[in-house]
Antibody, heavy 115, light 107 residues
Framework: QVQLVQSGAEVKKPGASVKVSCKAS????????INWARQATGQGLEWMGW????????GYAQKFQGRVTMTTNTSVNTAYMELSSLKSEDTAVYYC????????WGQGTLVTVSS | EVVMTQSPATLSVSPGERATLSCRAS??????LAWHQQKPGQAPRLLIY???TRATGIPARFSGSGSGTEFTLTISSLQSEDFAVYYC?????????FGGGTKVEIK
């Protein structure tokens, strides 16, 4: 079955960077974009951006422009989301998802930013 | 960007009753509207896409309707496993955007 498995929880200090991975299986990785979204505790979903594993094209939400980098490694069917200059407000669960429909979602990765 | 507004924020319903959730877009998104369900401590999952098409494995008690700017998710007879938060999401325009969610709780 189609599955996205994300890397484990991270704890980072303010100003640091974090890189979350998302390994895809059960489908042809290059056939669908990977989208990233995040969710702070008790809050709603916030879309961050997308990347095409086929073309390498990306699109980022304006809020994250200059701080986020999305990449893929097609040899291991894995997508990555790196967020830099972390602030306490970036503490959230980060999700990857397949395609614009976000189907399926990864299980989520908790990123905690604390001094 | 397209702002998605969901109402109500919280819906209290008894098991077996019907639930109707609304989602409004600030501009037309055609039928490019999805609904996601999220249970506590879990990732969201896709329920509906194309405004009215159920995703694989989604029970028939879930139905979606609407187009343009007004959309509805209906759960015909609430089961215990349906108490969750529901998000609408438009995928017609970049950036993709989500509504703020409707929590369906037990009355």
């Amino acid at each position: 079955q189609v599955q996205l498995v994300q890397s484990g929880a991270e704890v980072k200090k303010p100003g640091a960077s974090v890189k979350v991975s998302c390994k895809a299986s059960g489908y042809t990785f290059t056939d669908n974009d990977i989208n990233w979204a995040r969710q702070a505790t008790g809050q709603g979903l916030e879309w961050m951006g997308w990347m095409s594993p086929n073309s390498g094209n990306t699109g980022y939400a304006q809020k994250f422009q200059g701080r986020v980098t999305m990449t893929t490694n097609t040899s291991v069917n894995t997508a990555y989301m790196e967020l830099s200059s972390l602030k306490s407000e970036d503490t959230a669960v980060y999700y990857c998802a397949r395609g614009r429909l976000h189907h399926p979602w990864g299980q989520g990765t908790l990123v905690t930013v604390s001094s | 960007e397209v702002v998605m507004t969901q109402s109500p924020a919280t819906l209290s319903v008894s098991p077996g009753e019907r639930a109707t959730l609304s989602c409004r877009a600030s501009q037309s998104v055609s039928s490019n509207l999805a609904w996601h369900q999220q249970k506590p401590g879990q990732a969201p999952r896709l329920l509906i896409y194309g405004a009215s098409t159920r995703a694989t494995g989604i029970p028939a008690r879930f139905s979606g309707s609407g187009s343009g700017t007004e959309f509805t998710l209906t759960i015909s007879s609430l089961q215990s496993e349906d108490f969750a938060v529901y998000y609408c999401q438009q995928y017609n325009n970049w950036p993709l955007t989500f509504g703020g969610g409707t929590k369906v709780e037990i009355k």
